[in-house]
Nanobody, 124 residues
Framework: QVQLVESGGGLVQAGGSLTLSCAASGHTFNNLALGWFRQPPGKEREFVAAISRSGSRTNYADSMKGRVTISRNNAKNMVYLQMNNLKPEDTAVYYC?????????????????WGQGTQVTVSS
């Protein structure tokens, strides 16, 4: 069972930046494809970004493309989400997700392990 713990959320002004972190344990990190999702207040959870095991391939939601960067550090068992030019509509609980895969370069949006989430609030 993969355990995921997010951190780095908080209150930020519109136009600001924030970097979320997620620590993974319980499984060989290099065998995990990883992703970030978010759930705005009163809405469904939605995809934000994903990264392959190798870290060389990424995928982003159209609404976030150009403003976010997903990255991973396989030596530290960490995955990050750098967010820039934040908008009030980015206010949400952000979740880290993981999926075991044999595909080194595969990017998925289908995950079975989830963190507890970290709140990001963007003020106008």
């Amino acid at each position: 069972q993969v355990q995921l713990v997010e951190s780095g959320g908080g209150l930020v002004q519109a136009g600001g930046s924030l970097t979320l972190s997620c620590a993974a344990s319980g499984h060989t990190f290099n065998n995990l494809a990883l992703g970030w999702f978010r759930q705005p207040p009163g809405k469904e959870r939605e995809f934000v970004a994903a990264i392959s095991r190798s870290g060389s391939r990424t995928n982003y939601a159209d609404s976030m493309k150009g403003r976010v960067t997903i990255s991973r550090n396989n030596a530290k068992n960490m995955v990050y989400l750098q967010m820039n030019n934040l908008k009030p509509e980015d206010t949400a609980v952000y979740y880290c997700a993981a999926e075991r895969t044999n595909l080194l370069y595969g990017v998925t949006t289908d995950f079975s392990s989830w963190g507890q989430g970290t709140q990001v609030t963007v003020s106008s």
